[in-house]
């Protein structure tokens, strides 16, 4: 690795100073920074690379090497990545696998510990982390921090196996991550006092200020289903120090488009200002998680990016260790492992369907709770509907919007479980997935259980995958690895995302990610009502109904 420079307005964010001026690059590393002028003429500007501050890789449905393939090109050099989807999935042998696809590129993933495997005991997951594995993956020095501690029941009532990982944690002097969804007042300052220092579920402006008020650091979310940009950002102005961005769980053609570097853009856009803004893109997650990552100072690894301008943040180079990686809008040279990027990963172990084992009873109920998807949001409201009987039989109401929706267990042969949901639209055929967080069981809804059934049985076969059919018609994007990510090219995975994500809003879905919006639905953490393989879950007293 030989010595280079690069020059250009170089944007120095802790000290807020903007200046004309020359980096000179050895051996992977800044060696100097020289200022040539105050002035800033009309060239390139340069900052430190950005950071997503928390994302489930998974979700992009991209082993890590196909992820930072797409990443790099919007100036994402560095992700802090929590793989509990596939931790769910393959438990401990999952981490690895992430860990050691994530090193064959020189991107730097920073992986934490999965704190909640499985998430809840009110659903089947395919493994289990007890504190033991949490304390032996945190003693590892590739091991950040410990991930997000979603359980919020068992940190506020005790729970002795949560607070053991979370002192864990503490005494290898690493942060833990926080999921808090609705918490605020008391409650969530017994969250705050266990030791739990961000979160990133706020939906609101009040709720965000509450927990910055007592210490909390927030991150501004923006992914592909669960977008809370609006509602935070004007919090950024006053507690820039406290702040950063992440985009969760973003789908594969969404990392196509943009990544953080758009919400850069939509902040700057806002009037907030700008060096407040990329503190929170760039600095603050190094700091917060003591990343070996560079933050444009003499001495650091040279991880920075090369930009059009401080308004649309179009990124013309990124850099990491020295590498120019990639170059207006493409991949620079061929630093993807091919033969690595072929292993696979899975544990799937469930018959066929048959049409009848979607048949759920009326049992006479006046009215039956049903979940109410809400777009943009992974929060869901519980409903109180009359359903649509047919031969003595509750079925989808496709008039009124009331679609039939299921969970099947994928690690053993078990009962469906069968609820109904409003708001996915479809008028024709059925959309099934086994993205279902956090067990990631198999996931469908559809107008009939005729459709039902086979949108299931497609995803067995292909032991993983989403897949969508209706007017004669059927597809499906294959999901090898732990029946969550693609091991293909990722331009070639998201174009064919996008294609059955249309496919799944022409038969009808009004939702802007009809199956990210799918995947939650089995997310039992997030109020309010949700649907595990074991039942309908009342998120709000976290039990079974």
């Known amino acids: 690795m030989g010595t280079f420079k690069v020059s250009g307005n170089i944007v120095n964010i802790v000290e807020r100073h903007i200046f004309f001026g020359e980096i000179t690059v050895e051996a992977g590393k800044i060696k100097s920074i020289t200022q040539i002028s105050d002035e800033r003429p009309g060239s390139t500007f340069i900052t430190p690379g950005f950071i997503d501050s928390h994302v489930h890789i998974e979700s992009s449905m991209l082993i890590p090497s196909e992820f930072a393939r797409l990443a790099v090109v919007h100036g994402t050099v560095a992700t802090i990545s929590d793989p509990h989807e596939i931790a769910n999935v393959c438990g401990m042998e999952g981490v690895e696998f992430m860990i050691e696809n994530g090193n ?51 940190v506020l009532y005790k729970d002795e196996e949560v ?42 402006a009040e709720e965000a200020l509450d927990k910055l008020q007592r210490g909390m650091k927030i991150l501004i979310r923006e992914g592909s289903a669960a977008k809370n940009f609006e509602a935070l950002i004007h919090l950024l102005q006053d507690w820039p ?26 902040a700057v856009a806002k009037g907030i200002d700008v060096f407040k803004v990329l503190r929170a893109a760039c600095i603050n997650p190094i700091l917060h998680y003591k990343l070996e990552v560079g933050a444009l100072q003499v001495n650091d690894d040279a991880d920075f990016i090369v930009i059009e301008d401080l308004i649309n943040f179009k990124v013309k180079q990124t850099y990491i260790s020295g590498l120019l990686l990639a170059e207006n809008g493409k991949m620079v040279g061929n630093w993807i492992n091919h033969s690595a990027s072929k292993e696979s990963i899975n544990h799937f172990d469930c018959s066929l369907k048959n049409e009848e084992d979607f048949i759920l009873p009326y049992q006479n109920e006046q009215e039956i709770p049903v979940i109410e998807a809400l777009d943009g949001q992974l929060i869901t409201n519980k409903l109180h509907i009359k359903p649509k009987v047919e031969n003595g039989n509750m079925v989808s109401d496709v008039e009124n919007d009331m679609l039939k929706m ?85 331009y070639e995975v998201a174009a064919c995302y996008t294609a059955i994500d249309q496919f799944a809003k022409d038969l009808g879905s009004t939702l802007l990610a009809p199956f990210m919006t799918l995947s939650f639905m089995a997310l039992l953490v997030i109020p309010h009502l949700k649907l595990s ?10 039990r079974l109904m």
């Open 104 to 154: 064959t590129v020189p991107f730097k993933f920073n992986f934490g510990a999965p704190s909640c495997v499985p998430a809840t005991t009110f659903e089947t997951a395919g493994a289990e982390l007890n504190h033991d594995d949490v304390k032996a993956l945190l003693e590892r020095p590739e091991i950040k921090y410990l991930s997000e501690m979603m359980n919020f029941p068992g």
């Open 163 to 204: 607070l053991k990982k979370i002192a864990a944690a503490h005494e290898l002097g690493k942060p833990v991550d926080g999921h808090a969804p609705g918490l605020r007042r008391d409650t969530v300052q017994k969250y705050i006092d266990a030791g739990i220092s961000t979160d990133h579920e706020c939906f609101t």
């Open 241 to 266: 120090e406290m702040m950063m961005f992440c985009s969760d769980d973003k789908h594969p053609d969404s990392l196509v488009e943009s990544h953080i570097n758009e919400i850069c853009a939509r």
């Open 406 to 490: 299921v969970v099947v267990n994928r690690y053993h042969d078990a009962p469906i479980a069968i609820s109904f949901v409003k708001n996915f639209g479809l008028k024709k055929g059925a959309i099934a997935s086994s993205v279902a967080h956090d067990s990631h069981n198999i996931i469908a809804v559809g107008v009939d259980d005729k459709s039902i059934c086979a949108a299931v049985n497609m995803v067995i076969q292909e032991t993983g995958g989403v897949v969508a059919l209706g007017n004669g018609k059927e597809e499906i994007l294959p999901l090898p690895v732990a029946g969550l990510m693609s091991n293909h090219n990722g």
């Open 533 to 542: 393989d074991k039942g309908l879950f009342d998120g709000d007293e976290f």
